[in-house]
């Protein structure tokens, strides 16, 4: 923990020439939490207003952005990275068009913060009633996309706390141009820049620091891959709002209408192969095998994608391989699916309880008791009936935004936006009771 | 981990005369985890029968639980614990009857379980809301106080969750005793019995496993002293509710009114010393200190309460001794208040966001932008405008009954009742949406 930290002298953030990485993660949170009363005290306006400039800095500096990338880009050729990362990694124009929109989107969201509900008189006199307040200071880790410096920021902001943002290190120089541009735009209106900090080392050492933390941070945020979010979770001193796998669920009923089944099964995997709500096992039940599967293996062969079949499927699935228990586990994040009859609504929710990663799973169904029975039982952070898994998303549902989709049971569940950033406390608002 | 367990053959919950801890704790766990989706699904009626089966069970085996009971006060007194304890350990007819009378209460509660909310159509067509469910399966771990067992298993059994209870060593027959009866309530209602499972060995080991069996246990509530809850902290793999102190603050302003802020004052350290809602330390405005101190000092000097003064208050309250920088990050739970004279609101606030233990603070004030400031900006479990902190509590609030009270800002703050044991997960009503 006690690493040299040569680019920080670069960054504007410190001036130090070397500094200890711990020392240095101690002063950002040090920061960040008196930034946090601050921002927590903004009003919407005020906030509102360094989102716009923000989006004003960033549209101004542009250039700046641009060659900062593109630093970043030669660096991560020169390493070797693969093409999907170096895209992952690219600010192209109509990125930065795409942050600076986000940015004019969160400032028209309804700010969640000082919301007053369930406000009612006790027979003491006083009256108790809850008040949506931010969580204090976030901190985001993630990996190559520089866009999300931005988006995370913004979201944090709106919801009135500070972040502290550590963003893979590949994309080290864009992540501090879009910090300066933050930092210009909040200045403009007022708020303390410590408000958004983005760690300016690349030394992997400040991310076991911000997990450990709890003085400073009062939640971390991951968004990455599987490795990365559970190393953090194994490691993390502080609540950790996320999600691990997405191995969704469609179950076609006996009741079902086939055509919509047909609609969902399809859309569910083929709409897009890499996302965490696509669907990657197929769950039928065997009063209906006969009738949906030949045409649904039609139309995947068609789409290309590869089936691992139960064996009471593969003969309704020409071309399909057998399953093997792994399959039922695997988030496939591609082409490929697992198909398996069931006897019926039991053995499917049976089935999504062992199996299921807890992220999204679908009835397809025209039965009512049957469709009240999966919504209540299956224990996932989002449950459909009649909708493809890929609903499963903060836009769609009308969150505005999101920070990412937590599969943990306390705090948020599904998709979370700026409420999930936010908690509750209790206000008594009383005229000198006393308590007998 | 591999201690033996010599008491389980004693219990009815195990033939084996000796069995390892882990294998044990892991047979709790699933049972546990196989329970929580039977009673997850148990309907409200259902879940009230249990609770009224509960009680009539207590109520019939009285002298059997009031044996086991001497037979841990024998123990008690054999290993020489003192006179508070042996009380917290005592099950009186009387502390029986409030068992029961506590059991038909949680009955007659709400259910909180399948609460549908903000069930609203999105463009795409699909109606998006929240339904709110069970956590799963609740862990407890608190002291020697066996009537805990009871109201723990009630709110846990109300909210639809399994529950898996580890009281102290002092009151294992007690709580095995109380435990029995539970069983019998859950099976003359037909619900499976490892609905509500306690711990069966004294063995210390079993408390390390059930914090880091994350899968099959979703939460820790902790109840007890501050190092239990503290060593649960450091070591727990799952989350935990939980406060630590309930360091608390009324701050009386410039502004207040003078009768109001005795009766508050006096009420909020003088009602009772040992609960967490206590105030701790007082603050007030240099502006009024003159007015209300001496009277206040008279109050507290006549309660037997010692003051502990900053040097700006000493000399308005006779008798007071020095206030040292402990005395303004300590919980007394005893007749002892640290006084402190601030310069106004933002010295108070200032105060509090540096030494509370975000329990419960309160302003005594008539001036409106002062209480809204307080209400806004104070980052507390509850806050207050004019009333006792004392009344920070699950039955003043309105929850009917109280599992604990959190200080942290995930998930529940404050008061955590029949709410707090549950949470909201996504529901998605389609007609055959696919996304495009």
Redesign the interface.
């Known amino acids: 923990m006690n690493s040299t930290v040569t680019e920080l002298s670069k960054t504007g953030l410190s001036t130090a020439q070397s500094l200890d990485v711990d020392a240095y993660m101690n002063q950002l949170g040090r920061q960040a939490r008196a930034a946090a ?1 601050v921002v ?2 903004a009003d919407t306006a005020q906030k509102n207003a360094a989102l716009l400039l923000i989006a004003d800095a960033i549209d101004a500096h542009r250039e700046r952005i641009t060659l900062a990338n593109e630093q970043d880009l030669a660096a991560g050729r020169q390493k070797g990275l693969d093409n999907a990362m170096l895209d992952r990694l690219a600010l192209t124009a109509a990125r930065i068009d795409t942050m600076i929109e986000g940015l004019r989107q969160v400032a028209a969201l309804p700010d969640p913060v ?1 919301e007053v509900t369930d406000l ?1 008189y ?1 027979p ?1 006199g ?1 009256q ?1 009633g809850k ?1 949506r ?1 931010p ?2 200071v976030v901190g985001i880790i993630y990996e190559s996309r520089p866009n999300v410096t931005c988006e995370a920021a913004s979201l944090c902001l709106k919801s009135g706390n500070a972040v502290i943002l550590r963003g893979g290190s590949e994309s080290i120089h864009s992540n501090q141009a879009i910090a300066e541009c933050i930092a210009t735009g909040l200045k403009a209106a007022g708020i303390d820049a410590h408000a958004v900090q983005v760690v300016a080392t690349t030394d992997r050492a400040a991310v076991g620091k911000l997990i450990t933390m709890p003085e400073y941070v ?2 971390i945020v991951p968004r990455g891959g599987k490795s990365l979010i559970e190393r953090i979770s194994a490691d993390a001193r502080v ?1 950790v709002i996320k999600h691990l796998d997405g191995n969704c669920h469609v179950y076609i009923d006996e009741h079902a ?1 086939e ?2 089944a047909l ?2 099964a ?3 995997k083929t ?1 897009r192969y890499g996302t965490c709500n696509t669907m990657e096992t197929l769950l039928v039940a065997e009063g209906i095998a006969g009738r949906v599967l030949p045409a649904l293996g039609e139309a995947y062969r068609q789409a290309g994608v590869e089936l691992r079949a139960c064996p009471a499927s593969i003969g309704l699935l020409p071309g399909a391989v057998p399953a093997t228990e792994a399959d039922w586990e695997t988030e496939y994040l591609a082409p490929v699916l697992a198909v398996k009859i069931v006897a019926d609504l039991d053995a499917a929710m049976d089935h999504i ?1 062992r199996y299921s990663s807890a992220h999204t799973e ?1 009835i397809v169904t025209e039965d009512y008791s049957r469709a009240q ?1 999966f ?3 299956v ?10 898994t ?3 998303d903060g836009f ?3 969150l505005g935004a999101e920070i990412g989709i937590s599969t ?4 948020a ?3 979370v936006g700026l409420e999930g950033l936010t ?13 007998g």
Chains 1, 2 share one sequence.
């Open positions: 009363r927590a005290r000082g009612r006790r003491s006083i108790v008040m307040v969580l204090g009062d939640v609540p209408d055509q919509k609609q969902i399809i859309n569910a709409s309880a679908a029975r919504l209540r039982e224990d996932s952070s989002s449950v459909m009936v009649n909708a493809s890929r609903f499963a769609e549902y009308g943990d049971k306390l705090h569940r599904g998709p908690s509750q406390k209790y206000i008594v608002l009383g005229n000198g009771q006393v308590r």
